[in-house]
């Protein structure tokens, strides 16, 4: 009788363990959740709505496994690498979608150019250094972003990038001096 019961008494205790760790994983999210909106903004140049669902796509992946955590880093990094690579492929999905509307456009309607929500954005932007953060090179961007905004070290921020520590520390110069040329800080050599 021992025996019969010992399968099913197993497998509740990993029932009660996956449980626990379902717990523990949503109150880490819960703990970080500002600084990660802040990063999927970021991510989505500066667009709530965008960053928005970014980041419930990431809450969801997470949550059912297709994300899993291994402890190779922090977990904030580890999830702030989630949602770079999950805002990136929103953005290729976004931009396949547009490439397809405007196809379709220019077919309906042989003669009239659409304007891309893109050059819109670019065109409607304002000065400072929100614009200046935009013109920078896309990992030099990040790099800075992530250590300005996100007080993560440059080590650190190259694992969330998914590049080496010396390629990160290179973008992190380049974007410095980038940066200070865009605000007029010093003259481009």
């Not at 903004?41 to 059912?64: G, W």
Request: hydrophobic residues 40%.
């Amino acid at each position: 009788m021992g025996s019969g019961l010992m399968p099913h008494i197993l497998g509740t205790a990993e029932a009660e363990e996956r449980a626990m760790d379902e717990v523990e994983l949503r109150l880490q999210l819960e703990r970080v959740h500002a600084e990660c909106f802040g990063w999927a903004r970021a991510c989505c140049r500066r667009n709530r709505d965008d960053a928005e669902e970014v980041l419930q796509t990431v809450y969801l992946k997470v949550l059912d496994g297709r994300a899993r955590y291994d402890g190779q880093s922090s977990f904030r990094t580890w999830l702030f690498g989630v949602i770079r690579l999950t805002a990136a492929s929103e953005r290729r999905k976004a931009w396949l979608r547009g490439m397809l509307l405007m196809r379709e456009a220019v077919r309906l309607e042989p003669g009239t150019s659409a304007r891309s929500d893109a050059e819109f954005e670019r065109d409607s932007r304002c000065d400072g250094l929100a614009d200046a953060l935009t013109r920078l090179a896309r990992r030099q961007r990040e790099v800075i972003q992530l250590v300005f905004y996100h007080d993560l070290t440059v080590d650190e921020a190259a694992a969330v990038m998914g590049v080496t520590v010396g390629s990160a520390r290179t973008h992190y110069a380049r974007g410095k001096t980038r940066l200070a040329v865009l605000l007029g800080d010093v003259r481009e050599r």
